[in-house]
Protein backbone atom coordinates (compact mmCIF):
# COMPACT_ATOMS: atom_id res chain seq x y z
CA UNK A 1 0.00 0.00 0.00
CA UNK A 2 2.57 2.29 -1.17
CA UNK A 3 1.88 5.74 -2.57
CA UNK A 4 0.79 9.56 -2.00
CA UNK A 5 -0.20 10.85 1.65
CA UNK A 6 -4.00 10.81 0.91
CA UNK A 7 -6.36 13.41 0.27
CA UNK A 8 -8.16 16.15 2.49
CA UNK A 9 -11.63 14.08 2.22
CA UNK A 10 -10.11 10.89 3.39
CA UNK A 11 -8.95 12.24 6.67
CA UNK A 12 -13.07 13.59 7.12
CA UNK A 13 -14.10 10.29 6.10
CA UNK A 14 -11.66 8.78 8.79
CA UNK A 15 -12.56 10.94 11.30
CA UNK A 16 -16.22 10.28 10.93
CA UNK A 17 -16.24 6.53 10.93
CA UNK A 18 -13.66 6.72 14.13
CA UNK A 19 -16.34 9.17 16.25
CA UNK A 20 -19.36 7.18 15.05
CA UNK A 21 -16.96 3.89 16.01
CA UNK A 22 -15.87 4.90 19.27
CA UNK A 23 -19.22 6.35 20.45
CA UNK A 24 -21.67 3.86 19.37
CA UNK A 25 -19.30 1.65 21.14
CA UNK A 26 -18.76 3.74 24.28
CA UNK A 27 -23.12 4.27 24.46
CA UNK A 28 -23.78 0.44 24.28
CA UNK A 29 -21.18 -0.25 26.75
CA UNK A 30 -22.03 2.38 29.27
CA UNK A 31 -25.53 1.44 29.06
CA UNK A 32 -24.89 -2.12 29.42
CA UNK A 33 -22.51 -1.25 32.37
CA UNK A 34 -25.32 0.37 34.42
CA UNK A 35 -28.40 -1.94 33.15
CA UNK A 36 -26.65 -5.47 32.72
CA UNK A 37 -24.97 -6.27 36.53
CA UNK A 38 -28.75 -5.44 37.89
CA UNK A 39 -30.54 -7.79 35.64
CA UNK A 40 -28.08 -10.31 36.77
CA UNK A 41 -25.75 -9.83 34.06
CA UNK A 42 -27.78 -11.54 31.40
CA UNK A 43 -30.26 -10.76 29.77
CA UNK A 44 -31.92 -13.00 26.78
CA UNK A 45 -32.82 -11.88 23.46
CA UNK A 46 -33.96 -14.44 20.86
CA UNK A 47 -32.30 -18.05 20.41
CA UNK A 48 -29.17 -17.43 19.17
CA UNK A 49 -28.32 -14.62 21.10
CA UNK A 50 -27.76 -13.03 24.87
CA UNK A 51 -26.79 -9.85 26.34
CA UNK A 52 -24.18 -10.34 29.23
CA UNK A 53 -21.89 -8.51 31.46
CA UNK A 54 -18.43 -9.96 30.82
CA UNK A 55 -15.18 -7.96 32.09
CA UNK A 56 -11.94 -9.07 30.10
CA UNK A 57 -8.59 -7.68 31.42
CA UNK A 58 -6.59 -9.81 28.63
CA UNK A 59 -6.87 -9.82 25.00
CA UNK A 60 -9.10 -11.62 22.32
CA UNK A 61 -11.48 -14.08 23.56
CA UNK A 62 -10.51 -13.92 27.26
CA UNK A 63 -6.48 -15.06 26.87
CA UNK A 64 -4.25 -13.53 29.18
CA UNK A 65 -7.26 -12.89 31.18
CA UNK A 66 -5.44 -13.05 34.57
CA UNK A 67 -4.27 -9.40 34.46
CA UNK A 68 -0.64 -10.50 35.06
CA UNK A 69 2.41 -7.18 34.43
CA UNK A 70 4.04 -9.15 32.03
CA UNK A 71 0.83 -10.04 30.17
CA UNK A 72 -0.19 -6.32 30.05
CA UNK A 73 3.44 -5.45 29.10
CA UNK A 74 2.99 -7.34 26.20
CA UNK A 75 -0.45 -6.53 25.50
CA UNK A 76 0.15 -2.88 25.44
CA UNK A 77 3.21 -3.27 23.14
CA UNK A 78 1.46 -4.97 20.70
CA UNK A 79 -1.53 -2.76 20.86
CA UNK A 80 1.01 0.37 20.65
CA UNK A 81 2.80 -1.06 17.25
CA UNK A 82 0.15 -2.23 16.03
CA UNK A 83 -1.69 1.07 16.03
CA UNK A 84 1.44 2.42 14.74
CA UNK A 85 1.33 0.35 11.75
CA UNK A 86 -2.77 1.34 11.15
CA UNK A 87 -1.98 4.74 10.95
CA UNK A 88 0.48 4.98 8.71
CA UNK A 89 -1.76 2.24 6.29
CA UNK A 90 -4.36 5.08 7.07
CA UNK A 91 -2.17 7.79 5.62
CA UNK A 92 -0.27 6.08 2.39
CA UNK A 93 -4.37 4.82 1.81
CA UNK A 94 -5.67 5.58 -1.85
CA UNK A 95 -8.88 4.36 -1.75
CA UNK A 96 -11.42 4.90 0.73
CA UNK A 97 -11.89 1.08 1.57
CA UNK A 98 -8.22 1.24 2.27
CA UNK A 99 -8.66 4.31 4.27
CA UNK A 100 -11.45 2.93 6.49
CA UNK A 101 -10.02 -0.07 7.15
CA UNK A 102 -7.45 0.73 9.35
CA UNK A 103 -9.60 3.11 10.88
CA UNK A 104 -12.29 0.39 11.57
CA UNK A 105 -9.25 -1.29 13.92
CA UNK A 106 -8.06 2.13 15.26
CA UNK A 107 -11.35 3.22 16.69
CA UNK A 108 -12.10 -0.45 17.59
CA UNK A 109 -8.73 -0.26 19.41
CA UNK A 110 -9.77 3.15 20.79
CA UNK A 111 -12.59 1.91 22.46
CA UNK A 112 -11.22 -0.67 23.89
CA UNK A 113 -8.27 1.22 25.25
CA UNK A 114 -10.76 3.52 26.69
CA UNK A 115 -12.56 0.20 28.65
CA UNK A 116 -9.15 -0.55 30.37
CA UNK A 117 -8.40 3.04 30.98
CA UNK A 118 -11.86 3.80 32.62
CA UNK A 119 -13.01 0.22 33.82
CA UNK A 120 -9.37 -1.32 34.34
CA UNK A 121 -10.70 -4.25 32.20
CA UNK A 122 -12.68 -4.21 28.43
CA UNK A 123 -16.55 -4.35 28.93
CA UNK A 124 -17.81 -7.62 26.37
CA UNK A 125 -21.75 -8.05 26.11
CA UNK A 126 -22.53 -9.41 22.74
CA UNK A 127 -23.12 -13.81 23.04
CA UNK A 128 -24.16 -15.64 20.01
CA UNK A 129 -24.44 -18.69 20.36
CA UNK A 130 -26.08 -22.66 18.89
CA UNK A 131 -28.10 -23.81 20.98
CA UNK A 132 -27.70 -27.61 19.49
CA UNK A 133 -26.01 -27.75 16.02
CA UNK A 134 -25.91 -31.51 14.38
CA UNK A 135 -22.41 -31.46 12.52
CA UNK A 136 -23.07 -32.76 8.51
CA UNK A 137 -22.06 -35.93 7.68
CA UNK A 138 -21.18 -37.06 11.41
CA UNK A 139 -23.07 -38.28 13.99
CA UNK A 140 -22.00 -35.29 16.26
CA UNK A 141 -23.88 -32.75 18.17
CA UNK A 142 -23.21 -30.06 19.94
CA UNK A 143 -25.10 -28.34 22.43
CA UNK A 144 -25.14 -24.83 23.77
CA UNK A 145 -21.96 -23.43 21.65
CA UNK A 146 -21.53 -20.09 23.01
CA UNK A 147 -18.79 -17.64 20.30
CA UNK A 148 -16.49 -15.84 23.07
CA UNK A 149 -18.45 -12.60 24.23
CA UNK A 150 -17.22 -9.15 22.17
CA UNK A 151 -18.16 -5.79 22.05
CA UNK A 152 -18.70 -3.22 18.68
CA UNK A 153 -15.11 -2.31 19.30
CA UNK A 154 -14.44 -6.06 18.56
CA UNK A 155 -16.71 -5.85 15.82
CA UNK A 156 -15.10 -3.01 14.19
CA UNK A 157 -11.83 -4.24 14.22
CA UNK A 158 -12.50 -7.65 12.94
CA UNK A 159 -14.72 -6.12 9.92
CA UNK A 160 -11.42 -3.50 9.42
CA UNK A 161 -9.06 -6.63 9.53
CA UNK A 162 -11.54 -8.42 7.38
CA UNK A 163 -11.57 -5.42 4.77
CA UNK A 164 -7.94 -4.79 4.81
CA UNK A 165 -7.27 -8.53 4.02
CA UNK A 166 -8.94 -8.75 0.96
CA UNK A 167 -7.38 -5.27 -0.28
CA UNK A 168 -3.97 -6.66 0.19
CA UNK A 169 -4.79 -10.11 -1.29
CA UNK A 170 -6.42 -8.36 -4.62
CA UNK A 171 -3.33 -5.84 -4.43
CA UNK A 172 -5.62 -2.58 -4.27
Known amino acids: ?21 VLLDQITKAIVNKFLPAAGGYIPVCGFLNLVFVTNKGISFGLLNTGATW ?8 ISL ?44 IDFYVSEWSI ?8 DCHWPAFNFADAAVVCGGIMLFFITVRGK
Open 71 to 78: QLAIIYTA
Open 136 to 143: PFTNTTIY
Open 82 to 125: SCLWLVRTFLFASTVPQAAAPVLMLAGASGNILDRVIHGAVIDF
Open 1 to 21: MAGKRISGRFYTIGALIFCAV
